[in-house]
């Protein structure tokens, strides 16, 4: 496993992925009956799904194991162990399958990022976290290598494929790190996602200091809040939001040939 120590001197050459050649081993000997890192993975995923980031530690995780907090040392050394084990594993969580079944590529494109965003959003931990750690579990690579895939199919240079992959997948991040948190503010908040966004937008457009610079912006406002739901401008403006994307892929794939 990753010490402490190790990943602070060498962050880009520290994962638990490139201690262990499948990232499974446990020590030797005789660890706690009917403990495994897959329950242990699983309990973290509950608590960080439920409490963020902050309140993952190895004496709460060991609670809700019921068991010591040195039983967990058998197969993890820090939390951030632990930490790398749960991405891989929500990785895992994209149904690759489906991405092969849908279609050519644009129906690809679309599954891969409509399923990227749900996991985000459902795992609002996700996102700063995959930002911190190298992602060379084998479920995160299996996504990596089908985004590669993916765009490939599309016929551009290759010299183009990179960039093509950020715009889509760098959008997708980026949108599904800002629902996830803006679901994560609202519950913390103990409201819906509808009601927090009622208060905050009546807030902002009644504060006199803010008319003058909102009043270019007013229909746009007005469109919005003439939805009954949240989850309806989610998921209206990412689906439009790829369609532009994916046409612009297109575009530049006719100029390429």
Do not use: C
């Not at 990943?7 to 020590?27: F, H, I, T, Y």
């Amino acid at each position: 496993m990753v010490k402490a120590a190790d990943r602070a001197r060498n962050p880009a050459r520290s994962s638990v992925w490139l201690e262990n050649k499948d990232g499974r081993a446990a020590r030797s000997g005789g660890g706690p009956a009917g403990l495994d890192r897959d329950r242990i993975v699983a309990a973290s995923i509950r608590i960080l799904d439920e409490e963020g980031l902050a309140k993952l530690s190895m004496r709460k995780l060991a609670t809700d194991l019921g068991v010591t907090a040195m039983s967990l040392y058998w197969y993890v050394d820090t939390k951030d162990d632990i930490i790398e084990y749960a991405v891989d594993t929500v990785f895992g969580e994209i149904d690759l399958a489906a991405v092969d079944a849908a279609g050519d590529w644009r129906q690809q494109i679309r599954e891969l990022a409509l399923q990227y965003r749900r996991m985000l959003v459902r795992h609002p931990w996700m996102s700063p976290s995959a930002g911190q750690y190298l992602n060379i579990g084998p479920h995160a690579i299996a996504v990596g290598s089908k985004i590669q895939e993916t765009i490939r199919a599309t016929g551009l240079p290759l010299e183009r494929l990179p960039s093509t992959m950020s715009a889509v997948f760098q959008f997708v991040y980026g949108y599904g790190t800002i629902e996830a948190q803006f679901g994560r503010r609202a519950a913390e908040a103990g409201m819906s996602q509808d009601d927090f966004y009622g208060e905050a937008l009546k807030t902002f457009r009644d504060e006199p200091q803010f008319v003058a610079a909102l009043e270019p912006m007013a229909d746009l406002l007005d469109e919005r809040a003439s939805h009954d739901s949240v989850t309806v401008i989610w998921d209206r403006d990412f689906e439009y939001a790829l369609d532009i994307l994916i046409a612009g892929i297109e575009a530049m794939v006719r100029r390429s040939s």
